[in-house]
């Protein structure tokens, strides 16, 4: 899983994905809520908020379950996010850009975190109760938020 960069951890440790799948996954999974959050605020209720609010909902169950899953195994569990594919600087910007814009972003941050999950479940330092979690639960999450956010995308262009 060469594509994860290593990172800091809260206890500053280095850790790269080999070593710690799990709270490289819980960074992207909190630079996720991160991003929702600033995306209900810009768009308001008209702006499709409830759905955001459910898949931002999603990205918080992700968020216990891999606490849990690190501290079972005996870590420290990471507190503070990462960059999620890049684009949560986007988010800083929100006044300059439109709604089509922050859903194309979040479209951008949901794929790439589907495919560092799909990722994950190839390498050999997951267990197998995180795989199957993974291929029962976050890849199927993942896979239904960008179908929403295809559909909010869809409504947005029809006006």
């Known amino acids: 899983m060469e594509r994860f960069n290593s990172f800091t951890t809260d206890s500053g440790d280095t850790a790269t994905l080999e070593r710690d799948s799990l709270n490289a996954l819980l960074r992207v999974e909190l630079s ?36 849990e899953r690190v501290r079972h195994q005996g870590r420290h569990a990471v507190s503070s996010p990462g960059l999620w594919s890049g684009f949560a600087s986007l988010m800083d910007t929100h006044d300059l850009v439109g709604m089509a814009t922050i859903l194309a972003a979040l479209k951008q941050g949901e794929q790439h975190m589907l495919n560092e999950y799909e990722e994950a479940v190839r390498s050999d330092d997951l267990d197998e109760e995180c795989r199957e979690h993974f291929f029962t639960r976050n890849i199927p999450d993942g896979e239904r938020h960008l179908l929403e956010l295809d559909h909010m995308l869809a409504q947005d262009r029809r006006g």
């Not at 996720?32 to 898949?55: C, D, K, R, S």
């Open 32 to 67: 996720a809520i991160e991003t929702y959050t600033e995306a209900i605020t810009h768009l308001g209720p008209q702006g499709g908020a409830a759905t955001l609010e459910y898949v931002r909902g999603n990205h918080r169950e992700a968020v216990e379950w891999l606490r």
